[in-house]
């Protein structure tokens, strides 16, 4: 998968879509396979924003229960299965403890919203893989709850209830698979290719144009219908583009998140507090606590986790989890992202609903231009699906129906993942992190080991995890890196639970120097790119 930028400003597409975060990268996906003539770009790198800083969930979202939106946990219930199903490799069951105190109000709420929410998930089992079938809630004693997690001890403790959601292993290559999906079938992707204004003719969006940040000049791109997909960024683009402010706002909540040593045996902790709750997420050996909601009203390019929002988060989930302890050394990694919110006037950031809109600009005064704002990373399958049906419409075309609530991803196609695991374990018995790497790319990483077929170095790790040089060269070759930092952030798991190592760094610099011909005072710019990120407390 490479950029062309010349069949970008060269063709005309019957849809432009302007960001690369997983609503664009499942609507460029969903309209390409139905054979519509597609364009993507991003600005930055895919998915480098609110879709890779969140809390790696795919889940049916237990609390909006209790504002009735049943009809998003009910989609939202399907579309997790859909992933379930499609990425197996990436999304995996993820057992959840809610811990309850001696109260009967309050157990008695737990399991009525528990049980609707089993009922709402009634196709929960509909998997052909019974490793990816979810079971119903139950309820655990003292004894039982503690003996699955210590943590939990309190003198009010009276147990706990079980239930299962699903947890992604790498949300960014979840929606770089989507994008690679798109270019099978035809679609033009580009990033660092940022829309500077559209093209306004008699009244219509036709198009975009653009400047490419790697360098290669200003070009345009046509299209007859544009849809703009850029999360916490949708509002202001709009406002720059059209010249005045647009009717739909988003409210932007920010979420931290960190990273520390492991704090629980493997069952994920909802923690309840002063009206919220907070997570305790195992993921890769580590324990990922998120998260916080707070209204943001600064730029959306400089979100970060300041030491302030560290400490508060940590005094909180202290107070709140006794047990816990937490101290900032022992804080590994912190990184903040943005929940683009439909702005429904409150500014209630935790209790605004989490449904999505596409608005058709027509009430701005320009036809042929849509806006999708809000929702959430588990129904963006469902909301492209929708957004593609109406671009349909608006086309007059007639297009094969929607495909991809069943088929897989690029790296998905794995009817046993417990045997896919055993299998690559067999094979591959000489790779110490082949757990980590047949997750991040399923049946694709036959392809990405195959770059290391005359190089056995490019197979010595490079992280804790056990990233290796080929995926460097593999991210290079055929997933559109061109940064270090989309290497480090997005393409592997380098720097996902920290800083990566010096000899890391130098290591991969070196290969995409010598891949992408840079001279030695990039790789070192490079380098310090990213150093700065990790600085600056939210690599993006």
């Keep these: 998968m490479r950029r062309n930028l010349e069949r970008l400003s060269n063709d005309t597409f019957d849809l432009l879509v302007i960001g690369g975060g997983i609503t664009?990268?499942?609507?460029?996906?969903?309209?390409?396979?139905r054979g519509l003539k597609v364009a993507l770009i991003d600005k930055g790198d895919f998915a480098n924003a609110t879709s890779a800083h969140n809390s790696k969930l795919i889940h049916g979202g237990l609390r909006y229960l209790r504002n009735f939106e049943l009809g998003l946990v009910r989609e939202s219930l399907?579309?997790?299965?859909?992933?379930?199903r499609t990425a197996p490799h990436l999304?995996?069951?993820?057992p959840f403890l809610v811990p309850v105190q001696d109260h009967w109000a309050t157990r008695a709420t737990l399991r009525a919203g528990l049980t609707l929410y089993d009922l709402l998930s009634y196709d929960r089992g509909w998997l052909d893989d019974p490793n990816q079938r979810l079971p119903g809630y139950r309820w655990l004693n003292r004894k039982a709850?503690?003996?699955?997690?210590?943590i939990l001890d309190q003198p009010e403790l009276s147990g706990a209830f079980r239930y299962f959601d699903a947890q992604m292993y790498a949300p960014e290559r979840l929606a770089l698979e989507c994008l690679i999906d798109a270019r099978a079938h035809d679609a033009v992707i580009a990033n660092y290719a940022e829309a500077k204004a559209l093209i306004i003719h008699n009244g219509r969006v036709t198009g975009a144009a653009v400047e490419d940040r790697m360098g290669s000049g200003a070009f345009t791109i046509q299209a007859r219908v544009t849809l703009v997909a850029t999360g916490p960024w949708s509002d202001i683009f709009l406002?720059?583009?059209?010249?005045?402010?647009?009717?739909?706002?988003?409210?932007?909540?920010?979420?931290?998140?960190?990273?520390?040593?492991?704090?629980t045996r493997g069952d994920a902790l909802t923690v309840a507090a002063h009206g919220g709750h907070f997570?305790?997420?195992?993921?890769?050996?580590?324990?990922?606590?998120?998260t916080t909601d707070t209204a943001f009203t600064g730029d959306p390019d400089h979100v970060r986790a300041t030491e302030q929002d560290i400490a508060d988060f940590l005094s909180f989930i202290n107070t709140h989890l006794p047990a816990a302890q937490l101290r900032r050394e022992q804080v590994e990694h912190a990184y903040a992202g943005l929940r683009p919110l439909v702005d429904d006037g409150s500014g209630n950031t935790y209790g605004a609903s989490r449904r999505a809109e596409l608005i058709d600009h027509r009430g701005d005064g320009?036809?042929?231009?849509?806006?999708?704002?809000?929702?959430?990373?588990?129904?963006?399958?469902?909301?492209?699906e929708s957004i593609v049906d109406t671009i349909v419409r608006v086309l007059h075309v007639k297009t094969q129906h929607c495909t991809t609530a069943n088929a897989a991803l690029p790296g998905g196609n794995i009817p046993r993942i417990r045997d896919f695991a055993a299998e690559q374990s067999r094979t591959h018995s000489d790779l110490s992190g082949i757990g980590h790497l047949w997750q991040m790319y399923g049946t694709r990483l036959r392809e990405m080991l195959s770059v290391a077929a005359d190089r056995p170095e490019l197979l010595t790790p490079l992280s804790p995890s056990g990233d290796i040089g080929a995926q460097i060269l593999f991210a290079v070759r055929e997933e559109m890196a061109l940064t270090l930092g989309d290497v480090i952030l997005r393409r592997t798991g380098i720097g996902q639970l920290g800083a990566p190592s010096p000899a890391a760094l130098e290591t991969a610099s070196l290969l995409m120097a010598e891949e992408l011909g840079w001279t030695e005072l990039h790789r070192r710019n490079q380098i310090d790119a990213v150093r700065s990120e990790f600085a600056n407390g939210n690599p993006a």
Aim: net charge positive.
């Design 24 to 33: 664009g990268a499942c609507v460029a996906r969903d309209a390409a396979r």
């Design 78 to 84: 399907r579309e997790r299965r859909i992933w379930q």
């Design 91 to 94: 999304v995996h069951p993820l």
């Design 145 to 150: 709850a503690l003996s699955r997690d210590a």
């Design 239 to 263: 406002d720059r583009a059209l010249g005045r402010k647009t009717a739909h706002r988003i409210l932007r909540s920010k979420g931290i998140h960190l990273i520390v040593p492991a704090m």
């Design 279 to 290: 997570f305790l997420l195992p993921w890769r050996g580590h324990t990922l606590l998120g």
């Design 366 to 384: 320009v036809e042929a231009l849509f806006s999708a704002i809000g929702g959430k990373w588990t129904t963006s399958r469902a909301l492209a």
